[in-house]
């Protein structure tokens, strides 16, 4: 039964799931796609090489449910709305299997999570309240900067790490249908001071969750 929510309605289930995904409470509703991964042999210093990235990745799956929850929650378009809900589930999805992936390299995700979430939130709902193409611009640009730093990770992690491997590429296919799914609904380009302001600020989230 379909239901229509109040102002007040839509605060508890926002704040329930912020609550849930800065505990690392997460459910992916498709199998990890390193289930069938072999286990690598790798020294210490490699484990922990392979946990700082898994855990960037892993702040980048919370900002990315900040974001696509506060896009989706101030969306105009019912369509819009719908096409942010789909793709925040299948980020759901990257949430989960980086943070089992962590848990299996011995670490945790990052302690300033709560930050992260709610600084990703403001900037989404400030992107959607300017406007659907605006906010799908935004969208755009976002996946095609995760792409990048997606397949420099790849570069990166130990070779033989194929379990964290299998999960970043599968996490890269996926903002890619992101990206040009924003694009095909309208989504207007960023405006270049905009897309340096988010290279400087994913430069700084990333450079800090490696660590902490």
Same mark, same amino acid.
């Given at each position: 039964?379909?239901?229509?929510?109040?102002?007040?309605?839509?605060?508890?289930?926002?704040?329930?799931?912020?609550?849930?995904?800065?505990?690392?409470?997460?459910?992916?509703?498709?199998?990890?796609?390193?289930?069938?991964?072999?286990?690598?042999?790798?020294?210490?210093?490699?484990? &922990?090489?392979?946990?700082?990235?898994?855990?960037?990745?892993?702040?980048?799956?919370?900002?990315?449910?900040?974001?696509?929850?506060?896009?989706?929650?101030?969306?105009?378009?019912?369509?819009?709305?719908?096409?942010?809900?789909?793709?925040?589930?299948?980020?759901?999805?990257?949430?989960?299997?980086?943070?089992?992936?962590?848990?299996?390299?011995?670490?945790?995700?990052?302690?300033?999570?709560?930050?992260?979430?709610?600084?990703?939130?403001?900037?989404?709902?400030?992107?959607?309240?300017?406007?659907?193409?605006?906010?799908?611009?935004?969208?755009?640009?976002?996946?095609?900067?995760?792409?990048?730093?997606?397949?420099?990770?790849?570069?990166?992690?130990?070779?033989?790490?194929?379990?964290?491997?299998?999960?970043?590429?599968?996490? &890269?296919?996926?903002?890619?249908?992101?990206?040009?799914?924003?694009?095909?609904?309208?989504?207007?380009?960023?405006?270049?001071?905009?897309?340096?302001?988010?290279?400087?600020?994913?430069?700084?989230?990333?450079?800090?969750?490696?660590?902490?």
């Amino acid at each position: 039964m379909n239901r229509n929510f109040n102002p007040l309605d839509h605060l508890v289930i926002g704040l329930d799931k912020a609550v849930r995904v800065i505990a690392g409470v997460a459910t992916a509703s498709r199998p990890n796609p390193a289930a069938h991964a072999a286990d690598a042999n790798m020294t210490d210093q490699e484990k &922990r090489h392979a946990a700082g990235l898994m855990r960037v990745n892993h702040v980048g799956e919370v900002c990315a449910q900040a974001l696509y929850d506060s896009q989706g929650r101030f969306a105009k378009s019912p369509e819009v709305r719908r096409k942010l809900e789909q793709a925040s589930r299948e980020e759901e999805d990257h949430l989960a299997w980086t943070a089992q992936r962590l848990a299996e390299l011995g670490s945790s995700p990052s302690i300033l999570n709560p930050l992260w979430y709610a600084g990703s939130y403001a900037i989404g709902s400030v992107a959607a309240i300017l406007g659907d193409k605006r906010s799908l611009g935004f969208v755009s640009e976002t996946e095609r900067q995760v792409e990048a730093h997606l397949t420099s990770h790849l570069d990166r992690l130990p070779p033989q790490d194929e379990k964290s491997r299998a999960i970043v590429r599968q996490m &890269r296919d996926d903002e890619i249908i992101h990206g040009q799914a924003a694009r095909d609904l309208g989504g207007a380009e960023a405006p270049l001071p905009v897309r340096f302001a988010m290279t400087a600020m994913s430069r700084v989230m990333t450079t800090t969750a490696y660590y902490i």
